[in-house]
């Protein structure tokens, strides 16, 4: 997980986000979700819960950790800069959280820290800050957040490709359907959550989809 902050991040060009709520509904217990998405090549995955972070959630969190670890995976934690420590893992955070230096004092030098942003303006504050990759969306409309920012488009995703050198992971209504799109507008990476998930949510089709993406973002 040690990344030096000097070093220009290598992200993998699908970025896979385990949503606990998105996989609760569809039934899907979190540590499936992980194996099958590691076993069908994920390269980086991300944990994501919004609710109230309980010992069930670290616990479920640190073994979600130890399966990345197991196959050689980044594993980044959203919000949380106290899991992802415990954890050893890489940190995740938005507009609303620990602002990027006080979460780097918390990290260290050597973990990979990210931080979305939504507009130009945020976008040109990040480039000061102590982060090794952004995030920068939503490209489309989506269904991953209540209160969703404006739509950036590709005309946008492609301006924050000019504005910032740091890797850029692109988020919001991302699917197989227009990941080339993005990919082509200049996005280093796609951050996915809702397209990942088939019907029925169990481990083979998931890792079905996961082979799927990969073949279709490495084209």
């Known amino acids: ?17 385990l949503d606990t709520e ?3 509904r569809r039934g ?7 194996e099958a998405m590691l076993e069908g090549g994920a390269r980086i995955l ?7 972070y309980s010992r069930a959630v670290f616990e479920q969190c640190e073994r979600v950790a130890e399966l990345a670890r197991r196959a050689g ?3 980044i934690v959203n919000d949380r800069a106290d899991f992802a420590l415990l954890v050893d893992a890489g ?12 979460a780097r004092r918390l990290i260290g030098p050597g973990r990979i820290l990210g931080f979305s942003t939504h507009n130009p303006a945020q976008l040109a504050a990040a480039a000061s800050e102590p982060l090794n990759y952004v995030a920068f969306g939503p490209v489309f409309a989506t269904r991953s957040k209540q209160n969703p920012d404006p739509v950036v488009g590709l005309a946008g995703l492609a301006e924050a ?21 993005v990919l082509a507008a200049g996005a280093d990476s796609v951050a996915v959550i809702q397209d990942l998930l088939p019907d029925p949510c ?5 890792r079905a989809r996961i082979e799927e993406w990969h073949r279709l973002v490495n084209q």
Do not use: W
């Open 1 to 17: 997980m040690m990344d030096s902050i000097g070093s220009k991040l290598t992200i993998p060009r699908l970025y896979p986000i």
């Open 202 to 206: 169990d481990f083979q089709n998931l």
């Open 28 to 34: 899907c217990p979190v540590e499936t979700a992980a």
């Open 73 to 75: 995976a980044l594993f």
């Open 91 to 102: 940190l995740h955070v938005g507009q609303d959280d620990l602002p990027p230096c006080d």
């Open 161 to 181: 490709k000019r504005q910032i050198s740091l890797p850029l992971v692109a988020i919001g209504g991302i699917t197989r359907a227009n990941a080339r799109e």
């Open 46 to 52: 991300q944990f994501r819960h919004k609710g109230h």
């Open 22 to 24: 998105a996989l609760s």
